[in-house]
């Protein structure tokens, strides 16, 4: 009776995912036209900080409760899940163009933040330590990280007011299109919260561990605000939302809803994550850097290549956990 609510709760949550999706998706093409400011920029901090509130959620609760493998598992899996999933999805609806800009500035500081996650992450390979582990000083070091994000998001904000460029004329009222943005956000945060309780509690009860949860329930549960949005957004032909949606989203994962809880609750040290999950992080920006920089543009055939990749990982993943069950 249980796992029966539970899976009406998990259906209701992706309904109110999905409507919220809708909103915020068209309130933010329509702000920014009224703000005469990029639609990647709009992706960058709006829809990817909003649509990242339920990770960050997830990080300081499992924080609270100790459960450090479901902080890590929370921002590995999401971030490889929103690249090698979200764009490949993306990309296999309608071809995605990457702008020069994109290509040759915002990518690349992805992939550094990303790069310097896994050097903090790695004291046993690099310092000859007992584990690997991520401390406060750690988490500082991501959040002057995003400090670096955020002065470059200001600098772009400044440029696009001076460029002063024709922008398409806005579907809705300004007031109607901030009213859709928060409603969106609400919709998708709360519906994102729901679903992830829910599969949750399912999966628990079926009895499956904290890192097989982390990089699937909590991964994909979290993340479902970035892929409703994702695949509203390629429906829409708004692929700077897209683009800057996951970037951005990618950066505050590590920089904030890494960073800022272990910089409150200090040092983490979680038990059973291996080399591989650390790899793919930085490999699927690698990926998604190399496959824009080639034509700057993501075509069909690439975004089934990055979905290959993505179920040959989490089929390791799966196959792993399964293994490591009593028989």
């Known amino acids: 009776m249980e796992i029966a609510l539970q899976v009406i709760l998990l259906i209701v949550g992706f309904v109110i995912l999905i409507k919220g999706a809708d909103w915020l998706i068209d309130g933010a093409s329509s702000a920014a036209s009224h703000f005469k400011v990029s639609k990647l920029l709009i992706g960058l901090t709006i829809i990817a900080f909003g649509t990242g509130a339920p990770e ?11 459960t450090t493998d479901m902080l890590l598992g929370n921002v ?15 990309a296999l609806i309608r071809p995605i163009r990457i702008k020069k800009d994109t290509v040759a500035k915002e990518l690349p500081l992805l992939l550094l933040i990303s790069t310097i996650l896994v050097v903090l992450f790695l004291d046993v390979f690099l310092m000859n330590a007992d584990a690997n582990t991520i401390s406060r000083a750690d988490g500082i070091i991501c959040l002057l990280c995003f400090t670096i994000f955020l002065f470059y998001i200001i600098s772009m904000a400044r440029k696009n007011r001076k460029a002063k460029k024709e922008v398409e004329k806005p579907k809705f009222k300004l007031s109607t299109s901030l009213i859709l943005v928060l409603v969106g956000l609400v919709g998708v945060v709360g519906g994102s919260e729901l679903v992830v309780s829910s599969a949750s509690t399912i999966a628990t009860a079926i009895g499956i561990s904290d890192r097989m949860i982390a990089l699937t329930v909590i991964a994909f549960g979290t993340s479902l605000p970035e892929l409703i949005t994702t695949i509203k957004a390629a429906k829409k032909g708004e692929t700077e939302l897209l683009v800057g949606n996951i970037i951005g989203s990618n950066i505050f994962n590590i920089c904030i809803v890494l960073g800022l809880p272990v910089t409150l609750f200090g040092t983490v040290t979680p038990d059973s994550f291996e080399l591989l999950d650390i790899v793919m992080l930085v490999g699927s920006t690698a990926i998604l850097l ?13 975004g089934a290549l990055m979905l290959t990749t993505f179920a040959i990982y989490y089929s390791y993943i799966v196959y792993s956990a399964l293994s490591s069950l009593p028989q």
């Open 290 to 302: 190399l496959v824009a920089r080639s034509g700057r543009k993501i075509t069909r055939g690439e």
């Open 76 to 90: 590995i899996g999401s971030n490889i899940l929103n690249i090698l999933l979200l764009i490949g999805l993306a």
């Open 56 to 66: 960050l959620a997830v990080s300081v609760s499992s924080l609270i409760n100790g």
